[in-house]
């Protein structure tokens, strides 16, 4: 990992709210992820107890489709991520992962071929079947609402939440396991511990909610509902080393929720949503 100088100060770059989501139905927009088909458009999806279905939306604000995944169901959807398969094809990555009573005994991600866009917009479509890489944890039940795909290799991981800033990073192993739930593998420990933030409560900046890395693998964000923890690296470091002393803090604007978030095509801009409605679209040019 590269250390940033001033790692640990506090820098509020311009959060430029680029639009507002049209759509009435994102209404807890929950996860984020850049299309890896169609340049300025995202991927998004709402939290727990809604229709299995994924929106595309533009930069404008404007939804572009929406799109059902059969055979799935939306537990606890709290994260999306886009990453290309071995094959070069686009691919989605839906984390069904929340837990907030902490009572389920597996938890799964759903992984699709990105849809193409239809013609019209207001036309729900059918994604290909999901795979399913269907897991649990090796110590117990985790509330887990970041989902990071490896670009380069494909590797998942689940960085859990955690009201007193404790949260864990765990891997899945490389092939998917879609009948007898994997075991993943805990890799570190991660603390985020409360900051003060105009407008938030303290302990707002413990839970870990949003995630993401850049489509080179050089930038990993994490994001709480205050504050993103970014952290510049090689392709090849492990998340074994990862430590929040080594991250870059950005303050967020006050939000209802943060809770989605994803680097652009550039690799160097983040995007970020939040739950509730009227549900904003934000983007911070990074250096």
Known sequence: MTLPALAQEVSRPQAEQVAVLKDKRINESSGLAASLLVPGV???????????????????????????LPEAVN???????????ADGRARLFV???????????????????EPALPEKADKEILSEK?????????????????????????????VTKSPQGHSSVYAFPEQPGEESPMLLEKLTDLEFPPRAHLGKRPHDACMATAGAFSSDATRLA?????????????????????????????????LPQMEALCYGADGGTLWFTSERLPTPLFRIRRP
């Open 130 to 158: 999901p795979r399913r890489w269907h897991a649990k944890y090796p110590d117990g039940h985790h509330d887990a609402e970041v989902l990071l795909v490896h670009p380069l290799t494909r590797r998942l991981f689940l």
């Open 75 to 85: 537990f606890d959807w709290e994260d999306i991520a886009s990453a290309r398969g």
């Open 95 to 113: 984390a069904d992962t929340g837990d907030n009573l902490h009572v389920r005994p597996a938890v799964t991600v759903y992984e699709i071929p």
């Open 222 to 254: 994490i994001g709480t509902y205050s504050f993103i923890h970014e952290w510049t690296m090689k392709p090849a470091d492990s998340l074994k080393q990862l430590s929040p002393r080594q991250a870059r803090i950005i303050e967020l604007p006050v």
């Open 42 to 68: 995202f991927w998004t999806h709402n939290d727990s107890a809604s229709d299995p279905c994924l929106f595309a939306i533009d930069e404008t604000g404007r939804t572009r489709a929406k799109v059902r």
